[in-house]
């Protein structure tokens, strides 16, 4: 017989939510009050004298042709990080899942780069990618590719979307891994029995059953290429060359700290949060309906 628990008193429910509400009341709404509030003023570089301007900050931000470039950029290198990471983690969770000798090195090997600091993983793949002394961009060069990504955009973007792909794979592969580990064997089982092939059995029955956990990644994905990639491409291109890799967030730091121009940049960091709160509510209410619980 099940025992019901009850909290009779108020206190308990509150001291246990307290810390959490704390750090998210530190961290996230004193900052964003505050970065709404300073993009309705303008100021010098030095705090010394503030005027408030309204959102005159907003008008000359989304009439910037540099801040609409950023965003198209953003645009293509968020999407390309997205499904490139989220198809290879789960083409290499699909390998792992298999029984194979040495299957528990595989992931542990796949898992390791997640521990990797964006700053770290950006210099290796700088490394590998420089013309003159790195591996790939020297065998680039031999077979008659001019790779060079400090002078071809192209070629700096590919480079960028390459190591963020990389530094999330790992995340994306443990959540994967975790999934199909979940699918009960005896419902793949007969599936075969009744004669479906493994890639029937994989999109009729794997990946449906695996949609809650592709919902969840495609936002955190979206989320860690808006946000969480300025290392990645501060340390690789530090946005170029000509602005070719200077997305969203890397502009905020730029008109920000290289430029001093506050009242623009708090204007850009409002502008880029509500994007991302619009972006995952569509997600939520659009592509969470063809999730399978």
Known sequence: MQKKVIFRGR?????????QLAVTFVFFFWPAGQAIYQSLLREDAFGLSREFVGLENFQEVLSDPTWLNAALNTVVFSGCVAALALGLALFLAVQADKSLRGATVYRSLLIWPYAVAP???????LFLFQPEVGMIGRGLRAVGIPWDYRLNGTHAMVLVVIAAVWKQLAYNFIFFLAGLQSIPASVLEAAAID??????????IIFPLLSPTTFFLLVVN????????????HALTNGGP???TETLIYK??????????????AA????LMIIVIALTAIQFRAVEKKVHY
């Not at 979206?222 to 491409?233: D, K, P, R, S, V």
């Not at 905020?252 to 009242?263: H, K, M, P, S, T």
């Open 222 to 233: 979206l989320t860690y290429a808006f946000f969480e990639t300025f290392g990645i491409i």
């Open 268 to 271: 850009q960091s409002v502008i």
């Open 195 to 204: 004669g479906a092939r493994p890639a029937r059995r994989f999109w009729t």
């Open 242 to 244: 000509a602005k070719a």
């Open 11 to 19: 206190l308990l429910p509150i001291a246990l939510l307290a810390p």
């Open 252 to 265: 905020v730091y730029v008109d920000g700290v290289e430029n001093l121009n506050l009242g623009q940049s």
């Open 119 to 125: 700053a770290v993983a950006a210099v290796l793949w």
